[in-house]
Each structure stands twice: as C-alpha cells, then as structure tokens.
C-alpha cells in the first residue's frame, strides 16, 4: 500500500466499563449520562429470567423513574423503531438503556437517533454522506449493555434496521449513535443458551476476521482484531461447554467489543453474504455467517496469505499455511454443532438469483479482499448450499 498517498479516518470507542456485577450499579450511570427518565429497551426473556433483576434494582432503589420497552422483533424493523420512539415521546424519556443483545441495543440507538430527525429513517442509510442530513443536536444517549457476546453493537456507531417495504436489512449511521457508556458485565451472559453462545461468538469471530482481511489501511484495528480473535479461539469452546464459565464468558464479551471496534475497519463477504439470508428467511445472524465462514474463506485465499499467516501464527496453529485458517474452522464449527450447509437453514439453490442480487448491493461487499461480482457471489452461495470445500 502506498501510505504516503493513504487518508483515513479513525475513531475510538466510548467509555467502557468492564467487570462483573458493574450493572447492578446502573443507577449511577444513568446519573453520569444525565438521566432522570430513561426508557429501557430489553428482551422480554431477560425480565421473566430474572437476569436484568440487579439492573432494574439498582433504578429502583434511586430517584430515578423509568419505564420498560420490549414490544419489538428479533431483527428490529422502521416499524419497531417508530413504536418505540413514540412510546419514548409519550414518556417523555430522556435517554436510553439497552439491556439485550444486538436488537435490543440497535433498537435503542435508533430511538435515540430518531428523536431529533424529521426524516424518514433509511434517509440515514450508511450511504455515501447521508449521516450528514442529521440533526445531530437532538440526539439522545444510551447506555448500553450487552447481554450476548457476538455483535458489539454496545461499541458501534451504527444500527441494523429491516426495511418493512423492501425486507432489506439496512445500516443507519451516525457518529453520535455510538452509545455514550457502554458496560460489559459478563454475569448478564451467564444465562445465555449453548447454541447462541456459539452463533453470537462466531459472529463475534467473523467481525475480528473480516477486519483483518478487509482492504481499508487500519493498522490499530489490525491489532484490536487478532487480540479479538485470540480472545475467542480461547474461550468460546469453554463458554458452549459450560456457560457459567464466568472467566470464559468474560473473555467472550471482550473479544466481541474488539471485534466491532476493529470492523470500523470494514467487514467482508460473509457479512454480505450472509444479510441476503437473513432479511429473507430471518436466519439467526451469527449462525448464518458461521454457516457462510469457510467458504468465503476459502474464496478470499488469493488475497489474504498475510493476514492468515500472521493469525496462524498468533493463535499457535498447527501450520501457517493459510488453509490452516478453515481447518481449524471447520472443526470449532463442528465442536460447537454448527451445520456445514445453508440448506441446513433452508436456503436451496433456486433462492440464489434473488440473494445474490441482494449481496452485490451490500456494503460489506465493498471491502472484501477479493472482488466480489455476480459470478463469485453465486459461485460462493452454490458451495455453501451443497457443502463444497476444496481443501
Ligand atoms: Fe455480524
């Protein structure tokens, strides 16, 4: 790369606050985001699971009056964010907590950005120079607290929202989405299924990754990420084997972090693959990009020997051949009971043409290592389908 003719733009995170327990202290923060009214955004499982209780404590035995929102889809739609957003008007909330995963906390993002907008949401797709329509004077704070260890949306200045109309998953960005503190607090992911524990770990995985391997100049997110990934290789087996490995589940919600720090950097063609799937069959999207993995991989091998080799050799692989990289993929895939094809989530080949159009507008797509045309895409989509591999 020729840096002396290179520009590039980096931001860093927020404030982050890591330990086990910090959320039972929820009150104090929302006294240093300037809260007095906050509207929660959470899953309604983590009410009934009691896992948010020491949150919620915390508000109630403060000055500090709240309500709680939960009415919204597993991938958050406009429709989602309007409900929530006029709930949060009629409220008149000051700010946002988002306890949950990645909807949760996109959702949150959302409202808050929203608040102060007088345009339709997708005006503010990641396009271009959109985020710059924006009344960026109204826009609320969130706090954010991620209860799944995979999409490090608590640390990310972007939303993704599915268009009602057109089914698409779209990203909205702004820089002010980025939540003003975010808590890792790895006790809330103790209660966390095996099978998400696995899919949200390997999406966590494929952020640190495609940052890697993607094609923009970022030497700070090349470091954040193979940390990440060390980070995960470590641990994610121990967290799908017994989920109350708290040392493991830490290590988790810190190499996810990592992993949408480093993505500022650009995510790739498992990402842009794998939105298609998942705005069309509402798949699980870390298990749909663990699904997608080696294959793009395996496409991308042409262009990536350097990143690979340098993972090969941090993560101690066998080898530092850069199909080193999917072997042991294919077998953490199968030690966390991952299926090997996309038929497994019912996508067959006749879904193709319309996927792969979808994936060729996608924004991931753009900075994967390898060019990634119709002929790729499909090619890509054909293997995963049927399991191919040519190790
Ligand atoms: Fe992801």
Redesign the pocket.
């Known amino acids: 790369m020729d840096l002396a003719n290179t520009t590039q733009s980096w931001t860093y995170p927020t404030n982050i606050h890591f330990g086990c327990g910090l959320s039972s202290n929820l009150a104090h923060y929302c006294e240093e985001a300037e809260f007095h009214r906050p509207m929660i955004i959470t899953d309604q499982k983590l009410i009934e699971n009691s896992i948010i209780t020491p949150c919620i404590d915390s508000l109630c035995n403060s000055k500090i009056s709240f309500n709680i929102f939960t009415d919204f889809e597993e991938n958050p739609t406009d429709k989602s964010v309007m409900e929530g957003l006029t709930v949060f008007q009629k409220n008149k909330n000051d700010g946002l907590v988002a306890i949950g995963g990645g909807s949760a906390i996109d959702l949150a993002k959302s409202v808050a950005f929203m608040d102060g907008q007088s345009q339709p949401i997708f005006n503010f797709e990641d396009r271009f120079d959109w985020w710059k329509k924006a009344n960026k004077e109204k826009i609320r704070r969130v706090i954010a607290i991620p209860t799944t260890a ?2 490090g949306s608590e640390v990310g200045r972007a939303a993704v929202i599915k268009d009602t109309q057109d089914l698409k998953k779209k990203i909205i960005f702004h820089p002010q989405m980025m939540p003003f503190i975010a808590i890792l607090d790895a006790k809330l992911t103790i209660g966390l299924p095996a099978h998400l524990t696995a899919a949200t770990g390997v ?1 966590a995985l ?2 640190n990754l495609e940052a890697l391997c993607s094609t923009r100049y970022h030497p700070i997110a090349d470091g954040v990420a193979i940390e990440g990934l060390r980070l995960i290789k470590n641990n994610i087996e121990k967290a799908f084997q017994n989920g109350n490995d708290l040392n493991a589940r830490c290590a988790m919600l810190v190499g996810s972090t990592m992993g949408a720090i480093a993505f500022q950097k650009g ?1 790739g063609g498992v ?1 842009a693959l794998s939105h298609p799937i998942g705005s069309l069959f509402n798949s699980h ?2 298990l749909t ?1 663990a699904v997608l993995l080696p294959y793009v991989i395996e496409y991308n091998l042409p262009e990536i020997h350097e990143p690979l080799s340098l993972v090969s050799k941090y993560l101690n692989l066998n080898s530092e051949k850069p199909k080193a990289i999917i072997s042991w993929l294919l077998k953490l895939r199968d030690s966390l009971q991952i299926p090997h094809k996309l038929s497994s989530l019912g996508v067959n080949s006749t879904h193709i043409p319309a996927l792969t159009k979808m994936a060729l507008n996608d924004q991931a797509a753009a900075t994967n290592p390898r060019i990634l045309n119709e002929t790729a895409i499909t090619s890509i989509y054909k293997s995963s389908i049927n399991g191919i591999l040519e190790l």
């Open positions: 995979g999409t999406d494929v952020h995510l990402h999207h870390g990009n």
